[in-house]
């Protein structure tokens, strides 16, 4: 089945630093990826979608300039956490929709997390 | 909040017992998925019915859908110890194409 690859799957950070985290579409391609958000014992909030070879679409109340994305190729998107803050501590997950998509009616791969905890 | 809404929000039951959870949206829909997350991992998605699907199955899931009243629920029969995770339901919009995730249900299988 599609995996999605996401890394790393923990890091620890100081206040002030950027992370990157790296979520990969290891056997199909996807031209759209979508980043999430997950508080503990809480649901998903999508941060931005991903688009291949054009800019992320982020959420209201998401700060682009603050999760900066790219998706440079048909199998990898990144996301940066810049001059990241204790309140960015959280579980971030992407997600990858396979080709060739079929509608709307095809599900999501997700890849198995990153827990950032900034110090 | 267009967050959907599931409950319980924790189930314990025992092993070979069945577990019900319940979820509600507030769009309208093209298909509702269910998925499954264990603890500190990412979701596998379990099923997807449509929105001109009443129910549907899979092994020993069972998925219902009914969009006049905004809900589904997913059954699983049978449980095994091994199905103690976190369950979400997530609506696709036909406004927008997003996934709107609900709260989650914690269930616990006890052996």
């Known amino acids: 089945g599609a995996v999605v690859s996401q890394h790393p799957s923990r890091v620890i950070c100081k206040s002030g630093t950027s992370v990157k985290i790296e979520c990969r579409s290891l056997?199909?391609?996807?031209?759209?990826m979508f980043w999430y958000r997950q508080f503990p014992k809480q649901s998903l909030m999508l941060m931005a979608t991903?688009?291949?070879?054009?800019?992320?679409?982020?959420e209201q109340g998401v700060e682009k300039d603050k999760f900066l994305i790219n998706h440079a190729s048909l199998t990898l998107s990144t996301l940066t956490v810049t001059s990241a803050h204790p309140e960015d501590s959280s579980f971030y997950i992407c997600?990858?929709?396979?080709?060739?998509?079929?509608?709307?009616?095809?599900?999501?791969?997700f890849g198995n997390g990153t827990r950032l905890t900034v110090t | 909040s267009q967050q959907g809404e599931e409950d319980p929000q924790a189930l314990s039951i025992q092993e070979g017992e069945n577990a019900t959870m319940n979820c509600s949206y507030k769009?309208?829909?093209?298909?509702l998925q269910w998925y499954r997350q264990n603890s500190g991992r990412g979701l596998v998605h379990l099923i997807l019915?449509?929105?001109?699907?009443r129910e549907k199955h899979s092994g020993r899931l069972r998925v219902t859908l009914d969009t006049s009243k905004k809900s589904s629920s997913l059954l699983i029969t049978a449980s095994r110890a091994a199905d103690t995770a976190s369950y979400f339901c997530?609506?696709?919009?036909?406004?927008?194409?997003?996934?709107?995730f609900g709260q989650g249900t914690t269930l616990q299988v006890k052996p």
């Open positions: 997600s990858a929709r396979e080709l060739p998509w079929t509608g709307g009616n095809s599900p999501l791969h």
């Open positions: 056997d199909f391609q996807a031209t759209t």
């Open positions: 991903s688009n291949e070879g054009s800019k992320a679409t982020y």
């Open positions: 769009t309208s829909i093209n298909n």
């Open positions: 019915i449509r929105s001109n699907e």
């Open positions: 997530a609506a696709k919009s036909s406004n927008t194409g997003k996934l709107i």
